[in-house]
């Protein structure tokens, strides 16, 4: 069995070195546009179940000649890159699953190409999307009325530094979306738009983390999925208390604005200039960080009111040498595969992972979670 995956920056890199231990497995061929980023994967997975292969990702015929052989792909790619990845493995007849959540009517748009490939297409597979999509669907299937079901996750800093306390653990462009994009959510079970950066609300979270703040950002393919079967449903993305409100200056100042402006003769888009400022401000002195999640479904069963609520604190990996942030979206992804790999996710079509990992699948999952590293507490409360 051979797995293609797509991308090998930190999280493609952690896909790889996870997938060589199982041992069905006989190939992983990892695929970047850049021969530095391969050098470095092979060399920290050093594994002889490993090639490395440089192809320009950028086209979808790229992306499918190094498809049209393998199994099943996992995309690790920027935001950008998940509609052709999709639709290169479709005409690979590839089985695919991409961290992206994002575009989700348009990849649902391909439902009907991916089954007559007889593949199937996970959309959104990593942690948020991904573990907290699965996490609602089922504490919604768990409800005989499901009033609201709550989505809250985020990347956060070992060791904040001012004036942001934040500091980034992947693609700055999948965090700048973040502060701009407007976010599906659900409510009295209809479909709706809501501003960005809206809904603060302060919370609190255990251990070493403290008081933190959320807004609301975008619910991906659950919006669609889940909003027959409950009357509120929404995402929010966790930061440190302060974080929020200052992005929320910037963007209302105008710098996360993509049209370019006149500046002294020259065209600069303001979004690419706060890229540039803002990223060296957002390394940090550590790589350590903490992933933060929270996912609460809330409603009756049985006549009662019952609440459902499943949370990981999940930290910097110093055995493996991974960010919590690489661990916990590669993980997800990964087990994904190999289920695919043993049949035991038989589907074809564009299915996102809220439709797979529930009912009887949902226990088994949330084992093998725990058995490579992510631990996810439940409690239910009922009155």
Known sequence: MEVVVLGTGMIGTTVVREL???????????????????????AVTDNAKVVGKVADLRTGE???????????????????LSLPAVNAAISAKCNLVDLVGSK?????????????????VIPGCGVAPGIT???????????DETDEAVMICGGIPRHPLPPLWYQVVFRLESVMGLYTRPAKAVENGELINLPALSGLETMNF???????????????????TLKDKVKRLYEKTVRYSGHWSKMSVLAELGFFEEESIEVDGNLISPRKLTEKVLEP??????????????????????????????????YYDHERKITSMAKTTAIPAMLLA???????????GVVPVENIIVGDRFTPFIEELSENGVEIKYKMESS
């Open 104 to 120: 989700y009517e348009e990849k649902k748009e391909l439902d009907g190409l991916a089954k007559e490939a007889g593949i199937i």
């Open 206 to 224: 255990p251990n070493l983390v403290g008081e933190c703040e959320a807004v609301i950002t975008d619910a991906h393919s659950t919006a669609y």
């Open 133 to 143: 999509n699965f996490l609602a669907a089922q504490g919604i299937e768990m409800l």
């Open 62 to 80: 790229a992306i499918y000649e190094v498809l049209k052989d393998a199994d099943v792909a996992i995309a690790c790619l920027p935001h950008s």
């Open 20 to 42: 060589v231990k199982y041992k069905n497995i006989k190939k992983v061929t990892a695929v970047d546009g850049f021969s530095e980023n391969i050098n470095k994967c092979l």
């Open 281 to 314: 401000k957002l390394r940090g002195n550590s790589i350590e960080d903490i992933t933060v999640l929270r996912v609460v479904a809330k409603g009756k069963k049985n006549g009662e009111n019952t609440t459902h609520t499943w949370e990981m604190i999940d």
């Open 338 to 348: 190999t289920w695919i790999l043993d049949k035991k996710v038989t589907e074809t």
